[in-house]
């Protein structure tokens, strides 16, 4: 069993920026691959950012690429959203998500894992 708990959200204005972390417990946390996730009010679940179990591979919704880095360090068991340039639109649930290597990265179905998720208030 994987425990994820998330943190660092919040309200923010726009342009502002926000560093969300998930701090994982319960197994080998360098065996998993992680994403974030997110979702609107009305909206479905949304594929944000992946990484690999290395941390040598990232992946992006084109709606956040070159605004958002996903990165993870293994030695403390977390994983980071670095949200800059941050748009009302930006404004959801974030989840932080966990699965063994071997699907793609970008469905929720393909997740093992799941956090209880930060909210992120992005106003105007």
């Known amino acids: 069993q994987v425990q994820l708990v998330e943190s660092g959200g919040g309200p923010v204005q726009a342009g502002g920026s926000l560093r969300l972390s998930c701090a994982a417990s319960?197994?080998?946390?360098?065996?998993?691959?992680m994403g974030w996730f997110r979702r609107a009010p009305g909206n479905e679940r949304e594929f944000v950012a992946a990484i690999k179990s290395s941390g040598g591979n990232t992946d992006y919704a084109d709606s956040v690429k070159g605004r958002f880095t996903i990165s993870r360090d293994n030695a403390k068991n977390a994983v980071y959203l670095q949200m800059s340039s941050l748009k009302p639109e930006d404004t959801a649930v974030y989840y932080c998500a966990a699965h063994f290597s071997g699907r793609s990265s970008v469905f929720p179905r393909s997740y093992d894992y799941w956090g209880q998720g930060t909210q992120v208030t992005v106003s105007s």
């Open positions: 319960g197994l080998i946390f360098s065996l998993l691959d």
